[in-house]
Every structure is written in C-alpha cells, then in structure tokens.
C-alpha cells in the first residue's frame, strides 16, 4: 500500500542549491572532455580506463554534489543528504531555521533533534527574523524570551524557509508523528561498485 506521506511529499517542491547544479555541470563537462580526448588519443585499454574514471567521477558528482536536496510536500518534508533521507512530517517540526543551511529542528522528549539539509539554499545575507508562531512558543515554554533570539531562528529568509513555514501553519493538527530515516543503500552500493571497477581497470 502506497504510504500518503511520503506520496504527498515526492509530488512537493525540490530545494537545490544553484552551486550544485554550477560545480556538477563542471565537473561533468570536465570528465567528457577526457573521455573524448582519449577516445581520440589513446590506445584501447587506455581508453577503458579513462572513460572509467570519467563516468565514476561523473557518478560521484552527481551523488554528492546534485542528488541531495531538500523536499517540502503536502504533508512533510523530505531531507535528503549523500549518506541519508529523512522524512519528516509536519507534526513533528518544532520549528524552522535558515543559516548557512536549512535545518528542521524536532523535538524528541526532552531534547531537540536537527535535520540539515546541505545542499538546499540557505541565506546569510539578510537579516534575521522571528520564525512562525510554533517557535515563539517554542522559546516560550523553554523560559526563554522571544526577543533577542531572532538570530537562532531565520526561517523565512530563504523561499525554502517560508514554504516550509507557511505549510507547518497549514496543516491540518494531530498526533505527532515519527521521522523516518533510510540509508541511501542503492546510491552508495552503486558508487562504491564504480570506484572497485574503475580502480580494477588500472591495476590490470
């Protein structure tokens, strides 16, 4: 049976950051440039090799520079990392933050768990102000004024902040639910297979 959090939230929107997309294409255009020129150049086996290298640099790029993001859906947000995806639902995030990352804090009993996402834009540059109204209840109940703590809570400052924030204040309430974590067995199986091939081919 198809799980409605997880559907609602594949069909969300994707957070990248324009770097990623910059850096992988560099790299990608790089690796077939030396594809090309061995194609042309060398020998068969020396060939092999390259295109190799090229396509598992090529893999590698695309695993940690492009693939992680940042997801918000209907019902939760998925962060996905190089080594793990996380998803969470609404109901569990206590609040939101945007610094260099954008970090979807949770609260488990009595502590605060933090989930960042790498490679969704963050932004620095403008000044910080006061999350949703869950976060200034948030420093409430931990006894903590709500003014001069603007700078440990700059939701909003990035579009991936506000969507975030205005979906928390639109859902609909109730229980608060588990985050679900999974390592990204299948990315990582694939890249380490690419590294022993290629790393295979030269020792031959």
Not at 38 to 62: D, F, M, N
Not at 102 to 120: F, G, K, L, M
Not at 124 to 147: C, E, F, K, V, Y
Request: glycine share 8%; net charge positive; charged share 15%.
């Amino acid at each position: 049976m198809a799980d409605p959090v997880v559907g609602s939230v594949s069909r969300g929107q994707t957070f990248r950051s324009t770097s990623a997309w910059v850096y992988t294409i560099v790299v990608w255009a790089f690796c077939a440039l030396c594809a090309v020129l061995a194609i042309l150049q060398e020998p068969a086996p020396t060939v092999v090799r390259v295109v190799l290298s090229c396509a598992t640099a090529a893999l590698l790029a695309w695993a940690i520079l492009l693939r992680p993001h940042l997801r918000v859906g209907e019902t939760g947000v998925v962060v996905s990392n190089v080594w793990r995806t996380h998803v969470i639902p609404f109901a569990a995030i206590a609040y939101v933050r945007t610094r260099g990352l954008v970090e979807v804090v949770v609260q488990q009993e009595d502590r605060e768990r933090v989930y960042r996402s790498w490679n969704a834009p963050g932004n620095t540059s403008r000044a910080p102000r006061m999350s949703d109204p869950q976060a200034r209840n948030h420093l409430r109940g931990m006894g903590i004024s709500a003014q001069g703590h603007t700078h440990a809570l700059k939701a909003g400052s990035g579009a991936a902040g506000r969507l975030i924030e205005e979906r928390m204040d639109a859902a609909a309430p109730g229980a608060p639910a588990g985050v679900r974590s999974t390592w990204n067995v299948a990315v990582v199986a694939a890249v380490l297979t690419a590294i022993v091939v290629t790393a295979g081919s030269w020792a031959l």
